[in-house]
């Protein structure tokens, strides 16, 4: 996996533990999971490398399970909190 990949997976994580409607993030096992995913959606593509989009096309189902909210936050969807993080991450030229 290219280091520009790696570190937009590392940019993603790092947002969901910043967020401050998140109490707990996507943790490491759950970033490796998010590059293991990555790498089977770019096989399945008939790829052997990974591109920016193959890790946008997984991260909700992948992640957002993972958050835990804030208290105050409980009734926010995870998966639509996650698709907003993930906006904001800028994409790496390929």
């Known amino acids: ?24 993030g996507i943790s490491t096992r759950g970033g490796i999971n998010l590059a293991d995913a990555a790498r089977s959606v770019a096989y399945l593509e008939g790829r052997n490398f990974v591109i920016p989009e193959d890790v946008k096309e997984i991260v909700v189902a992948v992640g957002s399970h993972r958050l835990i909210t804030k208290e105050e936050s409980q009734s926010l969807d995870k998966e639509e909190l996650l698709r907003s993080i993930v906006k904001k991450i800028p994409v790496p030229l390929s």
Do not use: E, K
Not at 1 to 23: E, K, Q, S
């Open 1 to 24: 996996m290219a280091d520009n990949i790696v570190g937009y997976i590392f940019a993603i994580i790092a947002a969901t533990r910043d967020h401050p409607l998140v109490l707990s």
